[in-house]
């Protein structure tokens, strides 16, 4: 589902990925657009995407609760939460890392457990 609630399709030899993150931070410390899926740790500016966070219809995130449920918002008092981070991959990716400025998490890797 996009930002609207309308289903949207990874297209062919593509898929999305959902990678649910719980964050020790205000929201107004991070910028949750700036979450990238990359293939390996590079260093700064010299990243390769594995699914894009710029491209249209190719990155989605919604805050979630502690049980996976989509919520509303986050609190803007919240000193932690949680966020589900959409991601449109190839079809044989199987893992990657996230970043945001320089900060690396991961191996993040995924299971086909639907199609």
């Given amino acids: 589902m ?3 609630g309308k289903e949207v399709f990874a297209g062919e030899n593509r898929l999305f990925v959902n990678i649910d993150c719980h964050l020790s931070l205000s929201i107004r410390d991070v910028d949750i657009e700036d979450f990238q899926l990359v293939k390996a740790k590079t ?5 390769e995407n594995v699914g894009s966070n710029t491209e249209d219809g190719a990155f989605f995130w919604c805050p979630i609760d502690s049980n996976g449920n989509v919520v509303p918002s986050i609190p803007q ?3 932690e939460f949680s966020v589900r981070l959409t991601y449109k991959v190839p ?3 199987k893992e990657g ?8 998490f991961g191996p993040v890797v995924w299971e086909l457990t639907n199609r």
Avoid at 43 to 47: A, M, P, R
Avoid at 97 to 104: A, F, K, R, S, T
Wanted: overall charge negative; proline content about 0%; cysteine-free.
């Fill in 77 to 79: 008092d919240a000193s």
């Fill in 97 to 104: 890392y996230l970043v945001n400025w320089g900060e690396y």
């Fill in 43 to 47: 260093g700064i500016g010299k990243e």
């Fill in 91 to 93: 079809s044989n990716a």
């Fill in 2 to 4: 996009d930002y609207n």
